[in-house]
């Protein structure tokens, strides 16, 4: 049995009128495990992953249930609390890159700040982790990056940037939301084997995806979602091949280019 990390307990999301958005979701995030989250647009894939992040605010929205990591219900915590477990211990990797970098200023003094604001290391120290980490990630001519703005990048390296933050600081959770979909499919590709190598790294990574292929390729286990409910989980076989859901079999059977499970 891998070991769980994370731990989603009937989590229900309302607007603040009472509209349910997310009704009442449990699952769980192991070690070296990749959660599959897949189900049409609307579904409440990414409300799900803004609550574990805790972006969505109270002012907006009623949330109840449970986010345990380390044994600890995150809904309970303090600010303070959180604000040491979210982009450290868990981090997430959004669907455009663009939006995560601040344009104002240089990708390596990002890189810097992001790793100070975490642990307690000198500038040189950091500088030097984040020229290794993007090395890591395939990028040639770290030192040239550290330099540049967020403009004067693709979008493929970007994203692949956005990754070498998230594990600068060996988190325990990675979330990707779409994280390869707007990508050439060389990059998507890199970009897979990457998470291949986070999940090795014994972090538990769950990657939501409308791109069955993608999930297919990588996800251990897999939950389908619908008008903010899990309608069914199980492994990636279970699902992909074996499913007895109808909605789940219309979803993958509305996907023409999905590859088969291997
Ligand atoms: N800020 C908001 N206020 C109120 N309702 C919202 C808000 N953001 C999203 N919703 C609603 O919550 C529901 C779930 O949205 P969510 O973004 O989680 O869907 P999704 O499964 O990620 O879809 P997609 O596949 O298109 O990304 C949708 O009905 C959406 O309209
Ligand atoms: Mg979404």
């Not at 609307?42 to 345990?68: H, P």
């Not at 663009?98 to 120290?125: C, R, V, Y």
């Amino acid at each position: 049995m891998s070991k769980k990390i994370l731990e989603v307990e009937n989590l229900r999301i309302n607007v603040l009128d009472g509209t349910p958005l997310v009704k009442g979701v449990s699952f769980r995030v192991c070690k070296g495990r990749v959660l599959g989250i897949i189900g049409e647009s609307g579904s409440g894939k990414t409300m799900t992953c803004k609550a574990i992040m805790q972006l969505l605010s109270k002012k907006n929205f009623d949330i109840s249930g449970k986010i345990e990591f380390k044994n600890r219900n995150m809904l309970d915590m303090k600010e303070k609390e959180i604000n040491k477990i979210i982009g450290k211990d868990i981090s997430m990797i959004m669907q455009n890159p663009m939006t995560a970098f601040n344009p104002m200023f240089k990708i390596g003094n990002q890189i810097i700040e992001t790793l100070m604001t975490h642990s307690n290391i000198t500038k040189k120290d950091a500088y030097d982790i984040g020229v290794k980490e993007l090395e890591k990630m395939n990028l040639d001519r770290a030192h040239e990056i550290m330099n540049s703005y967020p403009y004067s990048l693709s979008g493929g390296m970007l994203q692949r940037i956005m990754i070498a933050i998230s594990l600068m600081l060996t988190p325990s959770v990675i979330i990707a939301d779409e994280a390869t979909t707007a990508l050439d499919v060389k990059t998507q590709s890199l970009i897979l084997s990457e998470f291949e190598r986070i999940r090795d790294n014994d972090i538990g990574l769950i990657v939501v995806s409308h791109d069955f292929g993608v999930i297919a390729r990588i996800a251990d286990d897999v939950i389908v979602m619908k008008d903010g409910e899990i309608i069914e989980n199980g492994t990636v076989y279970d699902i992909f091949d074996n499913t007895k859901d109808d909605y789940t079999k219309e979803l993958l059977s509305a996907r023409l280019l999905r590859k088969e499970v291997s």
